[in-house]
């Protein structure tokens, strides 16, 4: 058990690890250990499979994941809705972490395990609300996949997973990490441009949305969401959608609901 500013924190289980980070299910307490609740903590913690080269950039990675911390917290701030929030973190020593509201499940499962056409809606709208924050900030998310998206207890979806996030910012942006990941993001939400030029852009994380709703609807959709989904699929990054809010009303006129 250790302390991070008035509470104290205990590791229970492993929830699972990726290239960056190790995530544990913990307990936080009051200073009087009288009462807690279950969170998630991630840890800065480089998977031992990382090649030699990689391990030689340790500092770089650490700097990305303090990266990840900052950009999360402020997006958080902007929209609490919509981006998975942090409420505790440490950047001290070698091991730095941050401490989020454990979710329910994320949006794979939720795929996997079947949702209601309502919830498939508003999971969607959702994501893209929250994925407009990121771009009307000047960030580029670059990771954007249904595991990379929460659901809580109240049913919302959020997004996660800051790790590879582009701050556009050019001014703001004091950490240039030298790291980039080979092969940036996911197959099958990966833009062609990423893959072919290792150029991004906003219109990337439009094409990974692309592939999400394709997931949640199991490519049972109608004429008007094919539409979508292909517009946000397109080849070219110039011919998807401009922004997340024009995508928002293509998608919500499909559907035929409010924004």
């Avoid at 250990?33 to 031992?48: D, L, M, N, Q």
């Avoid at 292909?230 to 110039?238: A, D, F």
Wanted: hydrophobic residues 35%; charged residues 30%; contains cysteine.
């Amino acid at each position: 058990m250790d302390r991070c500013g008035n509470y104290f924190v205990e590791d229970l289980e492993s929830l699972g690890r990726g290239g960056f980070g190790e995530v544990y299910e913990v307990n936080v307490y009051n200073l009087s250990k009288t009462h807690s609740r279950k969170y998630a903590r991630k840890y800065f913690s480089p998977s031992p499979e990382n090649n030699k080269t990689v391990i030689k950039e340790i500092a770089d990675l650490r700097e990305r994941f303090l990266v990840e911390i900052k950009t999360q917290c402020d997006l958080n701030y902007i929209d609490y809705d919509s981006i998975a929030p942090i409420v505790l973190f440490s950047i001290a020593g070698d091991k730095p972490y941050f401490i989020m509201e454990k979710a329910e499940t994320n949006l794979l499962e939720a795929i996997e395990s079947g949702m209601s056409v309502e919830e498939k809606i508003m999971a969607v709208r959702q994501i893209i609300k929250g994925v407009k924050t990121i771009h009307d900030n000047d960030y580029v998310h670059r990771d954007l996949k249904p595991a990379n998206i929460l659901k809580y207890s109240d049913g919302r979806y959020k997004i996660s997973d800051f790790g590879l996030v582009k701050d556009l910012n050019h001014v703001r942006a004091e950490v240039k990490t030298r790291f980039q990941p080979n092969g940036m993001g996911t197959d099958g939400y990966r833009a062609p441009e990423i893959t072919e030029s290792g150029l991004f852009s906003k219109q990337s994380d439009i094409y990974a949305i692309g592939g999400i709703i394709n997931d949640i609807y199991s490519k049972n959709f109608t004429h008007k969401l094919k539409k979508v989904i292909s517009k946000c699929r397109e080849h070219w990054p110039e011919d998807r959608y401009a922004d997340a809010n024009e995508l928002l009303i293509d998608f919500c006129k499909a559907m035929e609901v409010t924004p």
